[in-house]
Nanobody
Framework: VTLVESGGGSVQSGGSLRLSCVAS????????MGWYRQAPGNQRELVAT???????NYGDSVKGRFTISRDNVKNTVYLQMTSLKPEDTAVYFC?????????????????WGQGTLVTVSL
């Protein structure tokens, strides 16, 4: 399974960016997809997740500013970020819970993208 992120970059405070993540190389479907971020010296934290049915969940620090969405036909999850702040500066990682079905059982495997850097300046 490969998750490829795009859309990161540098923006001034108050600006907007849209991240995309395309999933490929799986056979049995994907449950939740989402975005996490990690700033230097900090732990990785939840930004937003979305179920296969479109139900979204957000971290407290981004509620009202970020919107997650998903296109199951294109195997893509998006993160629209608005009103960006310098504290949003981080590497943003795409995450997917990939379904794996074998003869014995159905399981869920956690997969991560390589990350895309978002830098917000004053």
């Amino acid at each position: 399974v490969t998750l490829v992120e795009s859309g990161g970059g540098s923006v001034q405070s108050g600006g907007s960016l849209r991240l995309s993540c395309v999933a490929s190389g799986y056979n049995d479907g994907i449950n939740d997809m989402g975005w996490y971020r990690q700033a230097p010296g900090n732990q990785r934290e939840l930004v937003a997740t979305v179920t296969s049915g479109g139900a979204a969940n957000y971290g407290d620090s981004v509620k009202g500013r970020f919107t997650i969405s998903r296109d199951n036909v294109k195997n893509t999850v998006y993160l629209q970020m608005t009103s960006l702040k310098p504290e949003d500066t981080a590497v943003y990682f795409c995450h997917a819970k990939v379904v794996v079905i074998t003869i014995e059982r159905k399981t869920e495997v956690s997969e991560w993208g390589q990350g895309t850097l978002v830098t917000v300046s004053l």
